[in-house]
Nanobody, 115 residues
Framework: QVQLVESGGGLVQAGGSLRLSCEAS????????MAWHRQAPGKQRELVAT???????NYADSVKGRFTISRDNAKSTVYLQMNSLKPEDTAVYYC?????????WGQGTQVTVSS
């Protein structure tokens, strides 16, 4: 059974930093493309950042230069380092793993940025 468990969310002031973690189990982690998505209240879920099995990264324009996605295959964990946080980054952040047509989601972790 595939499980993705996020951690690291919380309350931070604008300009601060947080690092989210997502530990995977039940999958061959190194083969999976990983991603972080977020969903703010009243809005659709949006893609924040992706990282392929080869380590190639891609970011939404709104977070470029501020967020960094990385992975540690030995720990089956993907990270999202978030710097220079803004109130508009407030959302539930979800971890996603993909392998061909299969896709799995974590339960989400709340990030709240106060102004």
């Amino acid at each position: 059974q595939v499980q993705l468990v996020e951690s690291g969310g919380g309350l931070v002031q604008a300009g601060g930093s947080l690092r989210l973690s997502c530990e995977a189990s039940g999958v061959i982690f190194s083969r999976n493309a990983m991603a972080w998505h977020r969903q703010a209240p009243g809005k659709q879920r949006e893609l924040v950042a992706t990282i392929t099995s080869d380590g190639i990264t891609n970011y939404a324009d709104s977070v470029k230069g501020r967020f960094t996605i990385s992975r540690d295959n030995a720990k089956s964990t993907v990270y999202l380092q978030m710097n220079s946080l803004k109130p508009e980054d407030t959302a539930v952040y979800y971890c996603n793993a993909r392998w061909f047509t299969s896709s799995w989601w974590g339960q989400g972790t709340q990030v709240t940025v106060s102004s």
